[in-house]
């Protein structure tokens, strides 16, 4: 299992808002019972199979074309870690045991 921060940012579509992108975009991650995932202020976090995750990615990239945008941005970053098994929750509450202390 790995874990994928993309962001997609619409350009040229006349309007500095991209709210109503993001939402056209999280519809597909809505419909996709194989992968969890999270939105963030800045972009959203994947969670599950990279090859499932890459697809649902290339989709999620299509939609602003879909929605008149003229240009796309799309970044990825990939967590793959192999030593043992890694999640969201996991990688956050480790973050959050060690402020406590």
Known sequence: MVIVETTIVPLGTGNPSISS???????VLQEESRVR???TPMGTIIEGD????LQ???KMHEV???NGALR???TIKI????????TMDGK???VQEKLAK
Do not use: G, M, W
Request: with cysteine; glycine share 0%; net charge neutral.
């Open 21 to 27: 992108y993001v939402a056209a975009c999280h519809k």
């Open 92 to 94: 956050v509450n480790a």
């Open 50 to 53: 990279l090859d499932i995750i």
């Open 79 to 86: 967590d793959d870690r192999r030593d043992k098994v890694a």
């Open 64 to 66: 602003p074309f879909e």
């Open 56 to 58: 649902v990615i290339r």
């Open 72 to 74: 796309v941005s799309t």
């Open 37 to 39: 995932y999270q939105l």
